[in-house]
């Protein structure tokens, strides 16, 4: 089991080497998130030995158990990348060293006030609806502004960049990755939004290729779920 998370963390890392250089890019550019929801915290445990530190989770309340129980693991981030409802963020903040999710003004000051609160300061992301599908969260292109300004005027908030989730269709992946690199010039470019979390297991290497700075990869490490 150990070999087996090890190794594969292995080859995820070389997808993502070999998709950065390919693209001109420094590997040490690209973060690895490694996605451990629905799997055991002893799995968690493992990829951490086998030199793994970041890991993403879309639950809160799995988040909160797993944290707890791994809190021995010193150096261990954890990013919230699910959608986050009002009522979490408090227990939330106080765990997620980054939030992805962020698609509303009024969560942006609710996540805001609960940093506040808890003395601390989070990073946030703006999560983005590139591909326009009904179901999905993340605020629409056209009302990014508003929600980056949000961000902003939280002075426990440290806007970091926005975040993409592809429609599961696989087909436009390329397409939204490029847009939402595209959307990011638009609102300011790196200077004010220096990550860009988009790429799974299946697409790493194009979002990688569009200038992704964090992918957040699960089963391709922890295996199906
Ligand atoms: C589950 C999930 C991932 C990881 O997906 P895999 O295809 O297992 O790599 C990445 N991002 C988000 C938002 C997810 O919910």
Redesign the pocket.
């Known amino acids: 089991m150990t070999d087996a998370i090890r190794d594969r963390l292995h080859l995820v890392r070389q997808r993502i080497a070999r998709a950065a250089r390919a693209s001109g890019r420094d590997p040490a550019d690209v973060k690895l998130i490694a996605?451990s929801?629905t799997k055991p915290a002893s799995m968690v445990r493992e990829a951490f030995e086998a030199g793994q530190r970041a890991f993403?989770e879309?639950y809160a309340q799995e988040l909160l158990e797993k944290a707890a129980e791994l809190g021995d693991l010193v150096g261990l981030e954890w990013h919230f990348?699910?959608h986050l409802q009002s009522n979490k963020a408090r227990q939330v903040v106080k765990v997620a060293h980054v939030v992805h999710t962020v698609d509303s003004a009024p969560l942006a000051r609710e996540i805001g006030k609960r940093a506040a609160q808890g003395g601390a300061s989070c990073a946030v992301l703006v999560e983005v609806n590139v591909g326009r599908e009904p179901q999905k969260f993340g605020v629409l292109p056209e009302d990014m502004e508003a929600v980056v300004a949000a961000v902003e005027s939280q002075p426990a908030l440290v806007l970091r960049g926005l975040m993409t989730?592809p429609p599961a269709d696989g087909d436009s992946a390329a397409q939204v990755f490029a847009a939402l690199a595209t959307l990011r010039t638009v609102l300011g470019g790196p200077s004010r939004l220096p990550e860009l979390s988009m790429g799974?297991?299946?697409d790493l290497e194009s979002a990688v290729a569009a200038g992704a700075t964090m992918v957040?990869?699960?089963?391709?490490i922890f295996g199906e779920r």
Do not use: D
């Open positions: 996605v929801k993403g879309n990348i699910g989730v799974m297991s299946g957040r990869i699960g089963s391709a």
